[in-house]
Nanobody, 126 residues
């Protein structure tokens, strides 16, 4: 069993930055993927970014809408990832969820992730 907890949401003006954190605890696995999804009011959940982590390193994947503005990174020796969000836009306003799956393959479909956090609100004002 894996527990996932997000933190770091808040309110920021357009053009500003925020950093979200996601920590996974419980049973440890050598290969896993930690991803961020978001859901805005009255919209479907969408993939944001992912980090696939193995013993030899990690790889990342980004939605086109955030590429060049958001960066996902792993904290060394911990099952924790950051999502650094720069140049934020009002359209980035959403509840951001962290998700965890076992294995090395990045997935953009939320149904592939069995473990989820409760979410953290990000609000970008214009």
């Amino acid at each position: 069993q894996v527990q996932v907890v997000e933190s770091g949401g808040g309110v920021v003006q357009a053009g500003g930055s925020l950093r979200l954190s996601c920590a996974a605890s419980g049973r440890a696995y050598g290969m896993y993927v930690m991803s961020w999804f978001r859901q805005a009011p009255e919209k479907e959940r969408e993939f944001v970014a992912a980090a696939a982590i193995t013993w030899s390193g990690s790889s990342t994947d980004y939605a086109d809408s955030v590429k060049g503005r958001f960066t996902i990174s792993k904290v060394n020796a911990k099952s924790t990832v950051y999502l650094q969000m720069n140049s934020l836009k009002p359209g980035d306003t959403a509840v951001y969820y962290c998700a965890y799956k076992i294995g090395r393959n990045v997935a953009r479909d939320g149904s592939d992730y069995p473990y989820w956090g409760r979410g953290t609100q990000v609000t970008v004002s214009s």
